[in-house]
C-alpha cells in the first residue's frame, strides 16, 4: 500500500513511524514532510495547506490511503477533496473539523448539547465587547473565533489586559478573519488533560491520556508555545474521571456532531480541565496533538493503519485498540529564542542508535548534514515501566542529541510526578 501523510512536524514523524510497521505498507510519502523525516518517509514538496496539489499528488501516485494531520488542511477540506477523487482518509471533512476551526461554532454545539464547558458570551461588534469586559468576573479568556496557530487564546488577568486582547484581535486584526469574531469566557482552573480519541461517528474509542507544557519555561512561565514536552498517562485522570468524561463529554460530542449532520470521523482531541465542578472541555480539536502524539502513539500496541481504516470504513466497533500500560515522555528540543526570535541552520546530530526515539519537528537537510529548520525542532520520546523512568530515560536521550543553541525545559514530568505523591 501507498500511503500519503499530509503536514511536516513532529506529530507525522510519529504517525509515520508506527504506520511504517505495518507489512502492507510499501511507501509512505510526506507532504511536504521535513529533512529529520527522510529516512523514514519520501519527502514532496506540497505545503499542506495546497489542496489541488495534494489531490494531484495522491491522484498521479496511485495513493491508497491518506492520513491529514494538521488543523488548516482538514478545515479547508482537504479531506472532502481527496473522498471526491475516490482516496480513502483518516480524518474528518470540513463540516466536522469546524469543531475546532470555529470556537463559536463549538461553544454553541457545547451549549446545545449540555456538554460542560466555561460559561462565554461571542461578539462580533467591538464596543459590545469591551461594555461587557467593564463588569464581567476577572480573569478572563478572550478567544479569536478561528485558527490562530494555537495563539488566538488570551488569559487576561486585568480588565485592562481583556479590552487589550479584545482591541488587538477586533482592532488592529492580530488574527486576521479568525479574530472578527470572538469568544469571551469564564477563567476556570485546575488540572489539564489532553484526551486523544479514535471516533467513526458511531464508536468513541479514547486513547492514553496525556499532559501538555505549554508554557516556554520551567514551572510553566514564560509564553506560550506550540508544546514543550509530554507525558503519558496523565496521573490526575483517574478510571473514575474517564467515565464521567465518556458519559458526559465524549458520547455526547459524537451524538451531537451525528445530530447536526456533522458526523465525526478521525481523531478527535478533547482539551479537559478537570475543574472543582467536574472535567470541563476547554477545547477541541479536529486533529492529533502535537506533541500528545508523540507519547500516546509509541504506546499504541495495536496496528495504527489498521485502526485508522477502520475509522474510515466505521467499523470501529470490531476492532481492538489496545495501549501499553507503562509510561511515557517526550522532551522538545527547540532553538534558543523560541517561541519568539532564533536563528535557524545548526548542524544537527542524533545518534543513529537513538533515532528511533525521536521525532523531528524542524529541520532540513543540506547534502548529508541535518540543519535545524525551526522553533521546535524534535522531540525524543522514551517509554519505561514508570513514569520516573520515562523521564529520566528522555532526559538522557536529549543529552545525547547535539546542536548549538538548543532549548528545552528541564521538569517535564515533574508536575506529573508530584500528583503521583499527593
Ligand atoms: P487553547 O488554545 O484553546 O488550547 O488554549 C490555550 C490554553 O489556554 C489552554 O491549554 C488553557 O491552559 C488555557 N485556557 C483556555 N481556556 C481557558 C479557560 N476558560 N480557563 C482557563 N484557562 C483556559
Ligand atoms: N498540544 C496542543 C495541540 O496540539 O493543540
Redesign the pocket.
Known sequence: MKIMVVGGGGREHAIIKKIKLNKNVSEIFALPGNGGMAKDATCVDIGAKDIPAIVEFALSNKIDYAIVAPDDPLVLGAVDALEEKGIPCFGPRACAAIIEGSKVFSKNLMKKYNIPT?QYEVFDDMEKAIKYLETAPIPT?V?ADGLAL?K??I?AETRKEAIDAVKSMMQDKAFGKSGETIVI?????GP?VSVLAFTDGKTVVPMVSSMDH?RIGDNDAGL?TGGMGTVAPNPYYTAEIADVCMKTIFVPTIEAMNKEGRTFKGCLYF?L?LTQNGPKV??YNCRFGDPETQVVLPLLETDLLTVMQAVTNETLADTEVKFSDKSACCVIMASKGYPTDYEKGFEMDIPDEIADNVYVAGAKLDGEKLLTNGGRVLGATAIASTLDEAIKASYSLVSRIKFDNAYYRRDIGAKALRAMED
Open positions: 466555561a479568556v478567544k494555537g488566538g487564546v488569559i469566557e469564564e477563567f476556570l482552573t489539564e505549554k506560550n482539551g480541565m476547554i477545547e
